[in-house]
């Protein structure tokens, strides 16, 4: 049975330790390439459009928003392929694969750099995509199993920190090196943390609850999940893609808006970044406490909520709206990662806890195409980003509900889930 699990005590790390910081070192180098495509997106559509003193979006920016709304989807759409990766982890450790598939994404994503043309770069790029997805997803898993109850949203957190930071750094690099860099600049740096990846391997372990399960109950078949686990896992892979499907379009279309429609120069969008840092930290502080204290399942509520509100702020017209719903969407997508990330990885069982993640890549993925294509195709009527933004996020927000179809896993280990026969 999938859930069978060995009866030796577990040897778990507190959320500060080394084994736990550098998967999250693992992280920030997954986010510093993953985040590439959005933050020099402004530069790569001036690079490989046409502008013009027309008053059309493709005028302004180089490419319409449907051209580049595709563009992304093509790219999130490459993260299909997660699914395969992350399941991999389920039959030859989460250590070995969250490595390797780091490593893989980081040099698709620096050969990019040369890339010719438009869709010649969305090419290059969606090939490292899925590795950085699986790398992001295992490095949650990683997390979650390193740790026991009281530690693990603070270890979710700090791993989600490291993407945000990886994330962050890129997109200020982009912003003060706007006009010299370009995004053949911006990709070179990719060397940066692939160099480093190997140091931090040092450190990163294999967790105690994989390396504790019998080979027999390991799944035959990468991603497949046993029939008593669907019915949780399509509940959790649908509130999944209904957040993709707001923050794929609020995080991927926030750099092109920023710089392409509001003209915001290098400096300020910079600020705007590294400002979002501070945001994001009093986001993740606030959603661990709240993970801990007041539950996984209302902080995933309330943080969805607050996701589509400032998104839609965000888009609705002004500068000044722009940067206060940007930094609103971080504290809330901050306040969202400890909660989502440890309810998630708590309500299934160690042997197919990979291949979970897979399937919550697959539902991020679809939801974030959707999100893209139909924000894109709308904020083309008229260059109309705010209409856009109420018709892309706004109907997500009522399948919140779906949260009440699971346990509250707060102050609960894993085992005792499946002990109890609730899993």
């Not at 993953?34 to 790569?44: I, K, M, S, T």
């Not at 040099?107 to 790398?135: D, E, K, M, N």
């Not at 940007?326 to 998630?344: D, N």
């Not at 260059?383 to 009440?404: D, I, K």
């Given at each position: 049975?999938?859930?069978t699990?060995?009866?030796?005590?577990?040897?778990?790390?507190?959320?500060?330790?080394?084994?736990?910081v550098?998967?999250?070192?693992?992280?920030?180098?997954?986010?510093?390439?993953?985040?590439?495509?959005?933050a020099?997106?402004?530069?790569?559509?001036?690079?490989?459009g046409?502008?013009?003193?027309?008053?059309?979006?493709?005028d302004?920016?180089?490419?319409?928003?449907?051209?580049?709304?595709?563009?992304?989807?093509?790219?999130?759409?490459?993260?299909?392929?997660?699914?395969?990766?992350?399941g991999?982890?389920?039959?030859?450790?989460?250590?070995?694969?969250?490595?390797?598939?780091?490593?893989?994404?980081?040099?698709?994503?620096l050969?990019?750099?040369?890339s010719?043309?438009?869709?010649w770069?969305?090419?290059?790029?969606?090939?490292?995509?899925?590795?950085l997805?699986?790398?992001?997803?295992?490095?949650?898993?990683?997390a979650?199993?390193?740790?026991?109850?009281?530690?693990?949203?603070?270890?979710?957190?700090?791993?989600?920190?490291?993407?945000?930071v990886?994330?962050?750094?890129?997109?200020?690099?982009?912003?003060?090196?706007?006009?010299?860099?370009?995004?053949?600049?911006l990709?070179?740096?990719?060397?940066?943390?692939?160099?480093?990846?190997?140091?931090?391997?040092?450190h990163?372990?294999?967790?105690?609850?994989?390396?504790?399960?019998?080979?027999?109950?390991?799944?035959?078949?990468?991603?497949?999940?046993?029939?008593?686990?669907?019915?949780?896992?399509?509940?959790?892979?649908?509130?999944?893609?209904?957040?993709?499907?707001?923050?794929?379009?609020?995080?991927?279309?926030?750099?092109?808006?920023?710089?392409?429609?509001?003209?915001?120069?290098?400096?300020?969008?910079?600020?705007?970044?590294?400002?979002?840092?501070?945001t994001?930290?009093?986001?993740?502080?606030?959603?661990?406490?709240?993970?801990?204290?007041?539950?996984?399942?209302?902080?995933?509520?309330?943080?969805?909520?607050?996701?589509a509100?400032f998104?839609?702020?965000?888009?609705?017209?002004?500068?000044?709206?722009l940067?206060?719903?940007?930094?609103?969407g971080?504290?809330a997508?901050?306040?969202?990662?400890?909660?989502?990330?440890?309810?998630?990885?708590?309500?299934?069982?160690?042997?197919i806890?990979?291949?979970?993640?897979?399937?919550y890549?697959?539902?991020?993925?679809?939801?974030?195409?959707?999100?893209?294509?139909?924000?894109?195709a709308?904020?083309?009527?008229?260059?109309?980003?705010?209409?856009?933004?109420?018709?892309t996020?706004?109907?997500?927000?009522?399948?919140?509900?779906?949260?009440?179809?699971?346990?509250?896993?707060?102050?609960?280990?894993?085992?005792?889930?499946?002990?109890?026969?609730?899993?």
């Amino acid at each position: 049975m999938p859930g069978t699990e060995s009866p030796q005590p577990l040897h778990l790390f507190s959320w500060k330790a080394p084994a736990v910081v550098a998967v999250a070192f693992v992280a920030m180098a997954a986010g510093f390439g993953q985040f590439g495509a959005v933050a020099a997106l402004g530069d790569v559509a001036k690079s490989f459009g046409h502008l013009s003193r027309g008053g059309t979006l493709a005028d302004q920016a180089g490419l319409s928003g449907t051209v580049v709304g595709i563009g992304l989807a093509v790219i999130r759409l490459a993260s299909l392929g997660a699914l395969f990766l992350t399941g991999l982890a389920d039959r030859f450790g989460r250590r070995t694969v969250l490595l390797y598939t780091c490593a893989g994404g980081l040099l698709l994503t620096l050969v990019a750099a040369a890339s010719p043309g438009y869709w010649w770069f969305v090419a290059i790029f969606a090939l490292g995509r899925p590795l950085l997805s699986a790398t992001n997803g295992v490095a949650q898993v990683s997390a979650a199993e390193l740790t026991s109850s009281k530690d693990r949203a603070k270890a979710v957190a700090l791993v989600a920190a490291g993407y945000a930071v990886g994330a962050g750094l890129l997109a200020i690099i982009h912003s003060l090196g706007e006009g010299t860099l370009g995004f053949r600049g911006l990709f070179a740096l990719i060397a940066v943390p692939l160099f480093l990846l190997p140091l931090a391997g040092r450190h990163v372990v294999e967790t105690d609850r994989f390396a504790s399960l019998d080979r027999a109950v390991r799944p035959p078949v990468f991603g497949r999940v046993p029939r008593q686990y669907r019915r949780r896992l399509l509940t959790v892979a649908t509130l999944t893609f209904v957040i993709a499907i707001m923050t794929g379009p609020a995080n991927s279309f926030v750099f092109f808006y920023a710089q392409n429609v509001r003209h915001l120069s290098g400096a300020v969008t910079a600020a705007m970044v590294a400002a979002g840092g501070v945001t994001g930290l009093i986001g993740l502080l606030s959603g661990r406490w709240l993970a801990d204290h007041w539950g996984r399942r209302p902080t995933v509520a309330l943080s969805m909520a607050a996701i589509a509100g400032f998104a839609i702020l965000t888009y609705s017209g002004s500068k000044v709206a722009l940067l206060a719903g940007y930094q609103g969407g971080l504290l809330a997508g901050s306040l969202f990662a400890p909660a989502g990330g440890a309810l998630a990885n708590e309500v299934f069982p160690t042997a197919i806890r990979a291949a979970v993640a897979g399937w919550y890549v697959i539902a991020a993925v679809l939801g974030a195409v959707v999100g893209l294509l139909v924000f894109g195709a709308v904020a083309d009527i008229g260059n109309r980003f705010s209409v856009a933004a109420v018709v892309t996020f706004l109907p997500a927000l009522p399948l919140t509900a779906l949260l009440l179809l699971l346990p509250e896993t707060k102050g609960t280990e894993p085992e005792e889930l499946w002990g109890t026969g609730v899993a």
